[in-house]
């Protein structure tokens, strides 16, 4: 079964430092990663996603991130935090499968993200 | 484009009551999937449908269920709403081809704030 650990429910940064949030995978299979961010009251926006081509994975807003297999790792990085960049962002993975598709998302607890002046 | 579209935004029930939620997807994905989002469960994924075909189903009881129409348009019905039913529901469209895996991602409506008192 597959499963997605971020660690740190809450991470504070000053603006114009830099971003790192962490998560871990654990799948049977080589997965497809996501990240998404939410912003209150909102659904979920694709920052994005690893589907097993390029390892470092540029997303939107200017964040990125690095599927390191052998760490079961995906965490993503911003090298300047904006105040805009205050949210929760959500790891996500789904195992595909062979002959169809795998529409199931497993998602990790979140990790809100607090920017400083 | 318009993207996806959840209605209501907000809902109050009373428990024992039932509730359906909709979903319409952007124009030409034939996937959705549901989730329901809480503050002690985050993000947990309860199905998902393809040409009116429910693909995928998560660990919900029976009283959670949907179905899909001809348009792609969705539903959820919860019958004999309980409290902990309270939760952001978020619906998420997708092409959703079968044999494609994840090259597509999921896109997510604003979701239905369900509060069950």
């Known amino acids: 079964a597959q499963s997605v650990t971020q660690l740190g429910s809450h991470v504070s940064v000053s603006e114009g430092a830099l971003v790192l949030l962490r998560c871990n995978y654990s799948?049977?299979?080589?997965?497809?990663l996501f990240w998404y961010v939410q912003y209150p009251n909102q659904g979920l926006q694709l920052l994005l996603k690893y589907t097993s081509a390029a390892t470092l994975v540029k997303g939107i807003n200017g964040f990125e991130a690095e599927f390191k297999k052998s760490e079961t790792s995906f965490h993503l990085t911003k090298p300047s935090a904006h105040m805009s960049d205050a949210a929760e962002y959500f790891c996500?993975?789904?195992?595909?499968?062979?002959?169809?598709?795998?529409?199931?998302?497993?998602f990790g607890k979140g990790t809100l993200l607090t920017v400083n002046p | 484009k318009a993207g996806v579209t959840q209605t209501p935004r907000y809902l109050i029930k009373t428990r024992g009551q039932q509730v359906t939620l909709s979903c319409s997807p952007i124009s030409g994905h034939r996937s959705v999937s549901w989730y329901q989002q809480t503050p002690g469960q985050g993000l947990q994924f309860l199905f998902e449908y393809f040409s009116e075909t429910q693909r995928n189903k998560g660990n919900f009881p029976g009283r959670f269920s949907g179905r899909q129409f001809s348009n792609s348009r969705s539903e959820m019905n919860v019958s004999t709403l309980e409290l902990g039913d309270s939760a952001l529901y978020l619906c998420a469209s997708s092409l959703g081809v079968p044999g494609q895996g994840m090259n597509t991602e999921a896109f997510f409506g604003q979701g239905t704030r369900l509060t069950v008192v």
């Open positions: 799948s049977s299979v080589p997965p497809y």
């Open positions: 996500a993975v789904s195992e595909p499968k062979s002959g169809g598709s795998n529409y199931k998302l497993t």
